[in-house]
Each structure stands twice: as C-alpha cells, then as structure tokens.
T-cell receptor, first 112, second 113 residues
Framework: DAKTTQPPSMDCAEGRAANLPCNHSTISGNEYVYWYRQIHSQGPQYIIHGLKNNETNEMASLIITEDRKSSTLILPHATLRDTAVYYCIVRVAVTSYDKVIFGPGTSLSVIP | KAGVTQTPRYLIKTRGQQVTLSCSPISGHRSVSWYQQTPGQGLQFLFEYFSETQRNKGNFPGRFSGRQFSNSRSEMNVSTLELGDSALYLC????????????FGEGSRLTVL
C-alpha cells in the first residue's frame, strides 16, 4: 500500500502558485519524500526530494513539516504545461533498491 | 546523456500471444525497475533488477517475467496475454550511487485484443 495520501484533484489559475499537499504520517526517520509528475501518456518525471529541510530547485519548492508527517509541493507560477498528475512517494534514498509504491496522485489542472 | 529508452513504443497483440518489451537504462545505471500503468490500477510495481539479479517483485502472476543483461539492459515478457494486460509499461533506471531518483522512459503501450 502507498505510504502517502493526496487529494485526487486540484485546480490552479495560470500564473498563481500551485500548492499540492501530501500526508505521510507513518514516514520513518530514514525515508525521504519524493515528488514526481506525469504528463498525459508520458513517463513520470522527477521533480524534487527532501528529508527534513525545505528544498528548492528550478522546478519547485518542497516544504516538509517539522514532524515530517506531511509536505507541500509548491509550483510558484503555474503554467498550462504544469497540468499533470503529481505523485508524492516516500522511500529510502541511499543504497536501498526497495520497491517503489505509487499512490493515485493528485491530478492538477492549470486553468487559463 | 541519453535517457531511458523503451522499445517498442506501441504494439498490438491478441489474447494468448506473448510479448517482450525492452528497456535500455541511462548509461552507467545498474538498476532497472518495471511498472504497469492502467487507468483503474494506476502505477503498479512489477519487478526490479540490479546487476542481472531480481531484487524485488510486485504482486503479479508468473506470466510476467523479466531479466537483465550484463550491460544493464532489461527485458520483460508477458506470456499468454489477457485483455487486462493492456497497459502502459514503464521502465525506470536508478543511478549509481543511488540517490533514490527514478529516471523513467516513455513507456511501451500494449493493447491486447
């Protein structure tokens, strides 16, 4: 079973920030939070990951709560091309090749 | 650096046939994992290979099998195809050292008639 829960769908106005939440209340101390997105009929694309500190890259920011039980992916200025299914997963990053379990994700629709 | 390459991209088979899908990981990547994606079940883990050894397996029947070659290229095979096997089959590779990031290919879309 997936270790994360996400809302099934969200809308966001173009140009506004998209804030996608994820709950991972059973996360272990050595598990990282990863975000991927999948644009229709393409393979999933890595966005960002983090352990406990907030992270930012050219695509997005990741905010992880202090207790690590939830996180938020922020797309600062959503465009139509950000319309996709966003998956939040938890896994051990280093040395473990454990099976990766994807949940149903959040379908984000960016509206003009 | 070239990404993960999957072939064929599209194929149509009939029930009872078998199919082989191929995945070439990013150069230097030694771990390859496979996923099945259907509208009803989402992304489901099939199996994962590292250095020619299957390390993890998902909950799929024995009709689904795979292997990895010494150059890290991987194949998966589905025998005695059923209508429900129609899906997008995705392959992902993981780098060395492992950062936990999966690099996905574009997938092979299988239609079983």
């Amino acid at each position: 079973d997936a270790k994360t829960t996400q809302p099934p769908s969200m809308d966001c106005a173009e140009g506004r920030a998209a804030n996608l939440p994820c709950n991972h209340s059973t996360i272990s101390g050595n598990e990282y939070v990863y975000w991927y997105r999948q644009i229709h009929s393409q393979g999933p694309q890595y966005i960002i990951h983090g352990l406990k500190n907030n992270e930012t890259n050219e695509m997005a920011s990741l905010i992880i709560t202090e207790d690590r039980k939830s996180s938020t992916l922020i797309l600062p200025h959503a465009t139509l091309r950000d319309t996709a299914v966003y998956y939040c997963i938890v896994r051990v990053a280093v040395t473990s090749y454990d099976k990766v379990i994807f949940g149903p994700g959040t379908s984000l629709s960016v509206i003009p | 650096k070239a990404g993960v390459t999957q072939t064929p991209r599209y194929l149509i088979k009939t029930r009872g046939q078998q199919v082989t899908l191929s995945c070439s990981p990013i150069s230097g990547h030694r771990s390859v994992s496979w996923y099945q994606q259907t509208p009803g079940q989402g992304l489901q883990f099939l199996f994962e290979y590292f250095s020619e050894t299957q390390r993890n397996k998902g909950n799929f029947p024995g009709r689904f099998s795979g292997r990895q070659f010494s150059n890290s290229r991987s194949e998966m095979n589905v025998s005695t195809l059923e209508l429900g096997d129609s899906a997008l089959y995705l392959c992902a590779s993981t780098g060395t050292p492992n950062t936990g990031e999966l690099f996905f290919g574009e997938g092979s879309r299988l239609t079983v008639l």
